[in-house]
């Protein structure tokens, strides 16, 4: 029997590439991307399931996938896929969440610490040559311990947040969330309130959100004036999230102390962004759950998880089960 045709449009590790092999037909893009979507878009023709992360993800490309029966990402987000039009075809589609829960709230931490301690900032003027005398105040951060800890965003990374912030800082912690998280106010007294009151009671502001209508620009101007003008901003949800131009006046004004950011409304981050002119920015390249460990169990769950649908077994990690129960 013919296997079913895939597109997987991620490079995977040898292992997980044979796995996927045993049991499908692969036809592999390195990424899609403007240049390469009319390739795509023939290969798509005969494709039953699709495996790969980031690109756009739309009606025009499912328009081309007339057999498509699964669509799996490797990633937690899927902001990037039209998630309503596959639903509307009765296309399963699964992410990878838990796999990179650990890894993305080490990564906020990292945040929160370089940004607190100016870790860049000095070790920059250090290899510059400039540690020449005992250092004065102008090498000095601010502390991260006892600190109040707002977490806007109490999902699994917020969760995993407040866990390293509540036992390894001592930090008490506010959250925002839809919905009350009681994991988080009984392991890690956290308190749940309104945005308003975290931004204004918060050292750190962390933003673990996904990117939707109604987190689009949540943060501007007027939520970055209420902030303390010793508090940092960290963001690793999604960049639109953040109005990025506001941003860059608060952190140029002194509104706020300083930014921690893994992700931007534009990536790869212009070369010309004044968040890279700024010293009370650190930027990274969303690295949130970019070790060799994590993005491989994430692909190994992605292609678990393609296996499972195309058979029918879809058990978890689907983002519209509703066309599940068809
Ligand atoms: N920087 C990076 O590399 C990475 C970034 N991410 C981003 O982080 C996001 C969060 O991941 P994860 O924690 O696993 O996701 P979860 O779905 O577990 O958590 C999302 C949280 O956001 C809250 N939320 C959603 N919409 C709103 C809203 N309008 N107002 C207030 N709260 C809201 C949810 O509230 P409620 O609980 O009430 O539903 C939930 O607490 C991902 O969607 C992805 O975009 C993820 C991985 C890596
Ligand atoms: O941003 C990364 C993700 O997994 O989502």
């Known amino acids: 029997m013919n296997k079913p045709s895939i597109v997987l449009y991620k490079k995977l590790p040898a292992d997980l590439h044979q796995r996927l092999e045993e049991h499908f037909a692969i036809t592999e893009f390195d990424g899609i991307t403007d240049k390469n979507r009319a390739e795509v ?37 899927y902001d990037n896929f039209d998630v309503a039009e596959l639903t509307r075809r009765e296309i399963p589609m699964m992410h990878t969440p838990t796999a990179l829960t650990d890894t ?41 311990h006892h600190k109040t800890m707002g977490i806007v965003g109490m999902g699994r990374i917020g969760l995993a947040l407040a866990q390293r912030a509540h036992f390894g800082f001592d930090m008490p912690i506010l959250y925002n969330a839809r919905s009350q998280h009681k994991e988080a106010e009984e392991k890690f007294g956290a308190r749940k309130c309104e945005l308003d009151e975290l931004l204004k009671e918060s050292d750190f502001v962390c933003i673990l959100l996904p990117m939707t209508e109604q987190t689009f620009h949540l943060i501007g101007k ?10 940092i901003l960290v963001s690793a949800g999604r960049g639109p999230v953040i109005d990025e131009p506001a941003l860059i006046e608060a952190l140029k004004a002194g509104t706020i102390y300083g930014a921690g950011m893994d992700v931007f409304e534009t990536e790869p981050l212009p070369k010309d962004s004044a968040l890279l002119t700024l010293p009370n920015v650190v930027a990274l390249p969303h690295i949130g759950s970019a070790t060799h460990e994590t993005r491989y169990d994430m692909a190994a769950c992605a292609v678990d998880n393609l296996i499972a649908a195309l058979k029918g077994d879809v058990k978890q990690f689907c983002v519209n089960p509703e066309v599940l129960k068809k």
């Open 222 to 231: 007027e939520e970055l004036a209420k902030m303390k003008s010793s508090a």
């Open 41 to 77: 878009f023939d290969a798509l023709q005969n494709a039953e399931g699709l495996l790969g992360s980031g690109g756009k993800i739309d009606k025009e490309l499912f328009d081309h996938a007339p057999r498509l029966r699964a669509v799996s990402t490797i990633s937690v987000g």
């Open 104 to 144: 993305v709230a080490d990564t906020v931490m990292a945040l929160v610490l370089s940004t607190a301690r100016r870790v860049v900032n000095v070790a920059e003027r250090v290899k510059a040559g400039e540690w020449n005398e005992n250092i004065g105040e102008d090498w000095f951060g601010i502390d991260v």
